[in-house]
């Protein structure tokens, strides 16, 4: 029904830059918050940041500053573009598109994207 696809991660030095995209298709609601989570090994999946279909955005406490989090409605594509990069951010970064449908959401992802920063 709904196919993510990521690219763009990468290895990166610390205080490095790289911009991840997440282009959506399928069927897609009006109403829907796309957005990018990480997993790091032992750790929780956790949201990094997110962006409504009205522009809201959300922002895990450790990345404001660093990342920014957009989308091009029409090409149904979120980007996150990673500032100043710490080792700490290293993970999976998966792409999530959250639809809602008449108050009920559902989620999907796309396939995962590994980024590492290390020197």
Wanted: aromatic content about 10%; glycine content about 10%; overall charge positive.
């Amino acid at each position: 029904q709904v196919r993510l696809v990521a690219s763009g991660g990468g290895l990166v030095q610390p205080g490095g830059s790289l911009r991840l995209s997440c282009a959506a298709s399928g069927i897609i609601s009006s109403i829907n918050t796309m957005g990018w989570y990480r997993q790091a090994p032992g750790k929780q999946r956790e949201l990094v940041a997110a962006i409504t279909n009205a522009g809201l955005t959300n922002y895990e406490d450790s990345v404001k500053g660093r990342f920014t989090i957009s989308r091009d409605n029409a090409k149904n594509t979120v980007y996150l573009q990673m500032n100043s990069l710490k080792p700490e951010d290293t993970a999976v970064y998966y792409c999530n598109l959250r639809n809602n449908w008449y108050g009920n959401n559902r989620d999907y992802w796309g396939q995962g994207t590994q980024v590492t920063v290390s020197s």
